[in-house]
């Protein structure tokens, strides 16, 4: 049964793009492929280990970048959304309360 716990649909949900999600993903992989390469290649673990640590701390980085890229982002659209007709038409029309109390003040 599909769901939308994935992690593709979660960085759509929080308002990456199509292409920065598969941008973001492929990133992820080619570090972790990097890392790998480098275990193999220097046969050293501490350069492995300061390799990984670095890459790592990139995508921390982007991480955090990335959020605070995307809080802006909604930020910017719940300023510029319209009202909805509901919260219009409430501020056009008394309240029913305010009604009730002007209509008692008259008739006294």
Do not use: C
């Not at 390469?37 to 501490?46: E, G, M, R, Y």
């Not at 701390?57 to 510029?80: E, F, G």
């Not at 219009?88 to 029913?96: G, K, L, Q, W």
């Amino acid at each position: 049964m599909p769901d939308r716990g994935h992690i593709h649909h979660r960085l759509l949900d929080m308002g990456l793009g199509h292409r920065g999600t598969v941008l973001t993903l492929y990133g992820v992989g080619g570090l972790f492929a990097l890392a790998a390469f480098a275990l193999v290649l220097f046969k050293n673990v501490w350069l492995a280990a300061l390799l990984i640590g670095i890459l790592a701390a990139m995508l921390a980085t982007y991480i955090v970048l990335l959020y605070v890229r995307i809080r802006r982002v909604r930020q910017q659209s719940a300023a510029k959304k319209p009202a909805s007709p509901v919260e219009v038409e409430s501020e056009r029309r008394p309240a029913a309360n305010g009604l009730a109390a002007s209509s008692a003040r008259r008739s006294l």
